[in-house]
């Protein structure tokens, strides 16, 4: 059995060597020694000035919209993981979609500016796969039209633009620290902003809004991670290096062997390294990929259609919006199996049935 995405756990007696310092100090949540010792190796890794770590990237992004204090429109990408969109509702506000980029497969920037309306507060866009959206277009944008802007960078962990964080960007960037992810503490999530006003904002709305012992600043919620995910946290943080050079080994296989396939690869942002949080690729058509998917299955491998449907169409709570590139190309884009031990035989299995099966 080859799983679309596998976990990575460190060697056990890491994580214990951990776990016997919470017994000691019997300290288990709420901002304790490991969460801060985390924040810190994290901002040293990420080369970022502020960040908080959270429950989850869901509860991210909700802290974002708070503390921005968005109402209105929010305008978005209808090409991402569900949570980019469910939170805005959530949070009160309209998304309001603009289609992608077919070769980058982020929000196209172009056309942002006809989506503006008297209601419109902020963008929040997703760094689909790891690849940077269009930021310096974006940036553009908001300051013209007074806009915040929120990044999604749940796949986007130590993704760097021209060797600077691409954290940095926008008012607000989030990511996601779920088991599924590049990197992970289990459940967790980061926020990273670069003004210090707004993280102490962030921090206080991740503790109740909680200011003194009998006193409360603003609205606050439970955003707070516990020391046992910290560890986690820290630990996996020693193994990055290692998970990315095997992942970079994997993507280098796919790309040469799956060279006579018909399909295409996202264009990704210049001056940026692909840290291959995912393998997607666009299929030349639904018909091959529904093939390719069903032979992979066969053969007991897992493939996900990631993403689709589009967010613009496939959600009972909002009315369906037609976005012609999304909708086109989520019908066509699959990821491949990606994660730290799958082994090139096995890359080059896969990519042998998806030959076969096209050549059939
Ligand atoms: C995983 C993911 C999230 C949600 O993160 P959780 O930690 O699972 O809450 C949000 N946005 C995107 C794009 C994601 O892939």
Redesign the pocket.
Known sequence: MIPVTRPFLPPQEEYQNFIKGIWNRQWLTNMGPLASQLEMNLKDYLKVNHLLFV???????QMAIKALNLKGEIITTPF?????TS?IVWEGCTPVFVDIDEETLCIDASKIEAAITKDTQAILA?H?YGNPCDVIAIEKIAKKHNLKVIY?A??AFGVEVNGKSIFEFGDIS?C???A??LYHSI???LITTSNPDLLKKLASIRNFGISGFDSFSELGINGKNSEFHAAMGIVNLNHIDEIKNKRQQIANRYDEKLKGFNHYRPKWYANSANNNSYYPIIIESEELLLKCKEVLQLNEIGTRRYFYPSLASALPYLEPTEMPITDNISKRVLCLPMYHDLTLEEVDHICRLMLRTQNN
């Open positions: 429950t989850n990237g869901t509860i991210a992004l991402s993981f569900v949570a980019t939170t997703t689909v999604d749940a796949h989030t996601s620290l779920h599924t992810k459940e967790g999530g």
